[in-house]
């Protein structure tokens, strides 16, 4: 019983043809998955490709940026106040997110996973990006309020969770519900 799996030639040259590739070896996946009965109900990330890439490059972006500045921040300010702890819970949010949706990336299945699988990627980066910006600009609010200078670390952590939210909530909202082929 083999565990390797045949993926067809692509249809297309260059990036396209690799995108198809991709999405082959997901479906070829998932069909093994469903025959060894462990598929499970899936959802499809339905996205045309290049928006796709475009908008994975920019969650990944804000996901680095906003760990980095979160780090800082901590780094800088320790724990002592509410905000700094919902920064760490941010930040480690954030972390666990990627690393499962890098999980999901190497086992083939990011782009048709699972209802869990779906949350614990995307669902629990994105949340924790938003909280992240959210917390940023409150405190950057308040800094302006006093006429204090804003701090990198706190401008960091909040571009980042922005550019998290808006890379990963179209991502997070554009799958549906079944295996879906033939995306172009």
Request: glycine content about 10%; proline content about 5%; charged content about 10%.
């Amino acid at each position: 019983m083999s565990t390797v799996q045949e993926v067809p030639a692509p249809t297309a040259s260059g990036l396209p043809g690799i995108f198809h590739i991709h999405r082959l070896a997901t479906e070829h996946h998932v069909q093994w998955l469903a025959r060894r009965k462990r598929a499970g109900v899936r959802y499809t990330l339905v996205m045309p490709s290049y928006p796709l890439m475009m908008l994975t490059l920019i969650c990944d972006i804000g996901w680095i940026v906003q760990l980095v500045g979160g780090i800082a921040s901590i780094a800088s300010y320790g724990l002592g106040s509410m905000p700094m702890r919902l920064v760490l819970l941010a930040t480690l949010g954030t972390l666990v997110g990627a690393v499962f949706a890098g999980h999901l990336t190497l086992m083939r299945e990011k782009l048709i996973a699972t209802l869990r699988q779906r949350i614990l990627s995307l669902g629990v980066a994105s949340l924790s990006a938003l909280v992240a910006a959210i917390v940023g600009i409150l405190q950057l609010a308040l800094l302006a309020r006093v006429g204090m200078p804003w701090p990198l670390t706190l401008v960091t952590l909040t571009l980042g969770g922005t550019l998290g939210v808006l890379g990963g909530l179209p991502l997070l909202l554009s799958y549906r519900r079944g295996v879906i082929c033939n995306i172009p």
